[in-house]
């Protein structure tokens, strides 16, 4: 992926997560965004509730890596850090 490229699916993953943020600040949680790989795995850092929630994975995995690769297909996979 091109620097440009990638700046344009970062773009988007942000996006993406911008629209997810409100379900999980509903149930004391967050999504922060860190950074992509040049192979589209994205990193975010889950805040609030979801920090430390039993079903964070879940949540991860079902929710957000879902919808995002849903919505943007060169996203591999969403990660915790």
């Known amino acids: 992926m091109t620097p440009e490229e990638k700046e344009i699916v970062v773009r988007?993953?942000?996006?993406?997560?911008?629209?997810?943020r409100p379900y999980l600040q509903q149930d004391g949680g967050d999504v922060e965004y860190v950074d992509m790989t040049?192979?589209?795995?994205?990193?975010?850092?889950?805040?609030?509730?979801?920090?430390?929630?039993?079903?964070a994975m879940l949540t991860l995995k079902q929710?957000?890596?879902?919808?995002?690769?849903?919505?943007?297909?060169?996203?591999?996979s969403?990660?915790?850090?």
Do not use: Y
């Not at 988007?12 to 997810?20: A, D, T």
């Not at 040049?38 to 079903?55: A, I, K, R, T, Y």
């Open 12 to 20: 988007k993953v942000q996006n993406g997560l911008e629209q997810i």
């Open 38 to 55: 040049n192979e589209g795995v994205v990193m975010v850092h889950l805040q609030g509730h979801c920090g430390s929630c039993p079903h």
């Open 63 to 76: 929710g957000i890596e879902s919808a995002l690769k849903k919505a943007i297909p060169e996203i591999k």
């Open 78 to 81: 969403v990660e915790r850090v």
